[in-house]
């Protein structure tokens, strides 16, 4: 699929912000940009909602939301966001984006923590969220990583000591290997961040508390824990603005169906349950998160996690409370995943470190070291690997400086591989939105029974993969409301003109399975549902069907009062 601009940089939040105006210019009919408040620094926190609004409203569709990050330095997800609007809006006359945009709604949000973002862009500091202080209002002692060497980047450094724990490896000087238990006489060295340190007392070097240790991913309302149980949760719920403007706009977005959150790095789609193993989660959900899952890892190649179980490991004393995963799922019944983008593991042929409890071995993470060096010199990477250099540190004398580009190698992607690994989180993402629920009246049939007097039958249905619903853990919020059917245009003569039906199960929920005599299913809620009304009116007569649905949009159907029975194409 096409798109129009260049994937060859990442984009800063002045570029963001002219594309998307771009985009609501040029496509009225389809794109509506809006602001859900200000970032702390003031800058607006855009949201593109992507749709045909010629077929209904944008807040009445399903929807499905991408958010670009929620970690300033992983700016990545901005870049897949982004071209997630690109290829939606510039394929229009292909079959498979106008199907999808008529029955829903992408809400594409590339960059709700524009402040830090825009920091990371244009300092060497790497920062969690936000260019706020906290937890403490001044900088405390210890070693802060700074780009003393001027190169414009934070890498590490070496300290050359007798107590030292590395040694360098004699066929490749930039990697640092394990010192063994009997290597005695040689040059040994400890390995610290690049930077100085505050309150040096000239013998002990030990990282200070990061500057900025706000972590926007875990100040979220739900399972939400104080900083001395939760690293980086905040004061309180909502802390900043940047958390507070998503937690009330997602709250007011009934119709969301499911959300994806980008992060970097490790090559890996995680899903909830983050603060409690997944026994203990809803297990018809859980399945449905395995269903998406397997797709993908058919157009990404990516690990699939559970985040609480595989990701952090069941044993795990480092919690994920707060997370913005559970906080879209648990609070509020939407299907919620994040995928940690660039896989640079993968791409070096690296032995991965998931799902836990795996733990590599020294050995194993000595040839890691190994493989991603060979590639740096495979692909001509070489500038973002610095080679030790000498260096006059004003506090320690002689140091060497050198190593990976932390930014822009490890933690995103250099931009030489940057369209490669927007473009296959699109086509999953597009596959997955086709499985939301969608409601479609597939029959109707009008009876007379007296001079004015009729009987009208209607079934409607939802042909989507997911329940209209979306999750069974909406319906346990007790946020569900029934889905309700109307009679317009005519008289009722008996019982009410809406009829709420409750939910309506997909054929994704429904039991499948393969048996001794071949596929079987077996449907213990019903995907459709017939309703009738006792109407009052005149032969010919038109009457309109409406149903509406919190997760699965409006289906409405006109016809006759007729003694026919009629097949109706679904109109919205």
Known sequence: MKTIHPYDHYYNYQEITDILHEYAEQFPRFARLTSIGKTTEGREMWVLAISDSETGDYDEKPGYMAVGHVHAGEVTGSMCAMYLADVLLHNLEEEEISALLKNSTFYVMPRP?????????????????????????????????????????????????????????????????????????????????EGMINDFDGVKIAPAPAKYGLDLNRNYPMNWNPEYKQPGGGLYPGQVSESRNLIEWISQRRNLVSTIIFHTFGGMYLYPPAGIPAAQADQKDQEMFKFFMKIAKEETGYHQLRIKDDFLGLDSDAPANGSLDDYLYHANGVFSHSVETWNLAEQCGMKPEYPKPIKLTPEEDEENQRLMLKWIDQNNLNSFYKEWTEFEHPQLGTVEIGGPDKKFLLQNPPVQFLKQEVEKHTRYILRHAKAMPHLLFTKTKTEKLAEGLYKVEAIIGNTGFMPTNATSEFNTLKLARDIEVTLKGAEIADGKATQKIGQLDGYGTVKREYSFFGPMNFEKNPVSKKVTWYVRGEEGCEVTLEAVSQKAGKASVTLRLTSETKTEKEEN
């Not at 802060?144 to 000087?173: E, L, Q, S």
């Open 113 to 193: 923590v524009a402040d830090g973002s825009e920091y990371y862009l244009n300092h060497p500091d790497m920062i969690r969220s936000i260019n706020q202080r906290y937890p403490f209002e001044t900088d405390m002692p210890g070693l802060m990583p700074a780009d003393i060497d001027g190169d414009g980047v934070i890498r590490n450094m070496i300290v050359k000591t007798p107590f030292g724990c590395w040694k360098k490896d004699p066929n490749d000087n930039r990697l640092l290997v394990l010192r063994q238990a009997d290597d005695v006489g040689g040059e040994y060295y400890n390995v610290y961040s």
